[in-house]
Structures are given as C-alpha cells and as structure tokens.
C-alpha cells in the first residue's frame, strides 16, 4: 500500500506542472500531443519496418508480444541475480527498440551497458554478482554451494610462486 501511495505522489509531484495552463485535461492533452503522439508519428529510414516495408505487418504483434515480455519477466523469474536482471534488462530495451518508427544507432547506448554486464563479466567461477537475492548470504560472508553445482577446487600455488617464499626465509 506505502509502495502505490508513494507512486501516485511522485506522479502528483512531477505533473502538477500540466495545471498550469488553467485546465489540467487542456495540459495533458498539449502533452500528450508534444511526447507521445510526436514520437508515435515519426519514421526514421533506419527502422527495420522503413527498410523493408512488407514487415510493417509484424510491427503491432511485435509490440504487444514486447509488452508480454516485459510482463513476464517481471513476474516469472523467483531467484534475481545481477547479471540475470541486466540481461533481462537488455532483451527488453532490444525488443522495445526493434519495433518503434523512430530508430537510429546511437540507440545502442541505451541497451550496451546492461549487454555488457550480463556478457563480459561471466566466468566459469561463482562471483558476488550471481548471488541471488531470494536466499540470504550465509554468516561467513560466503555462498552456500548448490546441490548438483559443479564446484571448482582452489588450487595450490605453484612451486614458481612458492620459489619467491622459500628465498626469503633463507
């Protein structure tokens, strides 16, 4: 109930400003008018429906199936991890940015960093950004292993690195 009271005040706080005109309804249709309906008309010759037109069929289905995903991977997934959430985070600006009129490349930057946290931070090793939020981090500080997980056994320095040791205690 906090979390639905806080929303409606922070919408209150930020469009208040529509009531400035005299008639709040006048406001939020110039708004309307100026954001969502001017963007909802432009067309750029690099969206995939203005380079081949015979898929502008696909473009609604496409969009409702985006919105589907996104409602999906809000309810679906129980256990969260960080690299989880970015590639989530990614596939979803990807589908969205697959089906608006208006596209161009500097796009890109919007889904990149989440592609980049999901992707180039993988290793075959457990790290703290697979820990997963609906179990608790034991008092050690340390994950628990999972049942069935493959575990990977420190391994004991080299005798190169103990070479260096050894020499001081001489």
């Known amino acids: 109930m906090d979390f639905l009271l806080g ?26 008018e100026h954001t969502f309906a001017f963007q909802g008309e432009r067309e750029t010759p690099w969206s995939i429906f203005a380079q081949v037109p015979e898929l502008r069929v696909l473009q609604l289905p496409l969009t409702l199936l985006a919105g589907l995903l996104a409602i999906v991977v809000a309810v679906l997934p129980k256990r969260w991890s960080i690299r989880r959430l970015a590639a989530f985070s990614a596939a979803l600006i990807i589908a969205f940015e697959l089906t ?25 090793e457990k790290s703290a950004l697979d820990r997963e ?18 575990h990977h056994k420190p391994s004991t320095p080299s005798e190169t690195e103990q070479a260096p040791d050894s020499e001081q205690s001489r």
Do not use: C
């Not at 409606?8 to 309307?32: C, D, H, K, N, Q």
């Open 7 to 32: 929303g409606m005040g922070v919408v209150l706080l930020t469009f208040w400003v529509l009531a400035l005109e005299g008639s709040p309804m006048e406001g939020l249709r110039i708004f309307y």
């Open 100 to 124: 608006v009129n208006y596209w161009f490349y500097p796009y890109v930057t919007w889904f990149e960093p989440f592609v980049f946290a999901a992707l180039l931070l993988a290793t075959n």
């Open 133 to 150: 939020s609906e179990r608790p981090p034991s008092s050690s500080g340390q994950h628990k292993p999972v049942q069935g997980a493959a």
